[in-house]
């Protein structure tokens, strides 16, 4: 396992672009994305309401109506943005702002009982948490474009015969690929922590452990798919046909409680579903993260016996 990772490690490093394509490029364009989205101040109006039937509305402002317990994600979602709770006879009997100025706030501060509550005005990285764990999810297509090469130039063939284990070898690698990444997650929520970024309703450390969670799962996911595949040519379709719809239902370019129902269904079965969600509530649920380390082992673990058959 340790000649593996040394010789992957090595082989990434000495590869032509790799600095640039695997940690430069990649810190440069989350951050910019961050920044990009980071000040947006969509006026939208969130409405929570004590009868479903009262009217409601502001003028020249889109609202979208809420349960109670998508208010916290419908504010961390989008900078800018208003829950207004109604009584059933129209007035308002509380708000809760994204913002401290919000331009929203004149429209209802005739008929308001403020909750004397406001989220810290910082840049956020509540837009961009989607495109970040995506991009992680998908990372171990790396390792499983290697794994394919691998086992159509039959070097398990050539490990088995020489009696060296499979199981150590792929791990090594996928180490060596994982410190790659994990460098660049460091790298990059050290840039959010020291430029003041919000963190929303989460912290620092439960950034790095959903990111860490997103790349397991994505290893283990990855060895599994590429001990099935012969052609690497399918990672992609996999990546792009699958699992970026999977994080469109997710809420990776707009908030999931502005969906229609039956996307909320089908964003229940992605990981980035759950992951975006302990981010963004800022409960990081131990169950969650229990299941997923299960299943990417799981994962992993069938793929390797699979490569060890074809060998």
Not at 124 to 153: D, P, R, W
Not at 172 to 179: E, Y
Request: with cysteine; proline share 3%; hydrophobic share 50%.
């Amino acid at each position: 396992m340790i000649q593996s990772f040394k010789y992957t490690f090595k082989n990434l490093k000495n590869t032509k672009g790799f600095l640039s394509s695997m940690l430069i490029m990649p810190i440069l364009m989350v951050i910019l994305v961050t920044l990009t989205l980071s000040y947006s101040n969509t006026p939208v109006v969130g409405l929570v309401k004590d009868d479903p039937a009262t009217n409601f509305s502001l003028a020249t402002v889109r609202t979208q109506e809420l349960e109670a317990d998508q208010a916290d994600y419908f504010l961390a979602s989008l900078e800018g943005t208003l829950v207004v709770y109604v009584a059933s006879d129209g007035s308002v009997k509380n708000y809760y702002s994204s913002v401290k100025n919000n331009p929203l706030i004149s429209q209802v501060e005739n008929d308001y009982k403020s909750s004397g509550e406001v989220f810290k005005e910082a840049p956020s990285i509540a837009y961009s948490i989607g495109i970040i764990i995506f991009k992680l999810i998908t990372a171990g297509g790396l390792l499983a474009t290697i794994v394919i090469q691998e086992k159509n130039n039959k070097i398990f063939v050539r490990l088995r015969n020489a009696k060296l284990g499979i199981f150590e070898h792929v791990l090594g690698k996928l180490l060596a690929i994982f410190l790659v990444y994990q460098v660049a997650n460091g790298l990059i929520i050290a840039f959010y922590y020291l430029a003041g970024f919000s963190f929303g309703q989460s912290n620092v450390w439960d950034v790095f452990l959903v990111f860490t969670l997103a790349l397991v799962l994505s290893f283990g996911l990855y060895t599994f798919v590429a001990s099935l595949l012969d052609n690497e040519g399918y990672i992609w379709v996999i990546s792009t046909g699958i699992l970026f719809p999977l994080a469109l239902f997710s809420g990776v370019l707009f908030p999931i409680a502005t969906m229609p129902e039956w996307m909320k269904l089908i964003a229940h079965i992605s990981p980035q579903y759950y992951l975006s969600d302990m981010l963004i509530t800022g409960e990081v649920s131990l169950v969650s993260c229990g299941i997923m380390l299960v299943v990417a082992t799981v994962l992993f673990v069938l793929g390797v016996k699979q490569l060890e058959k074809v060998a």
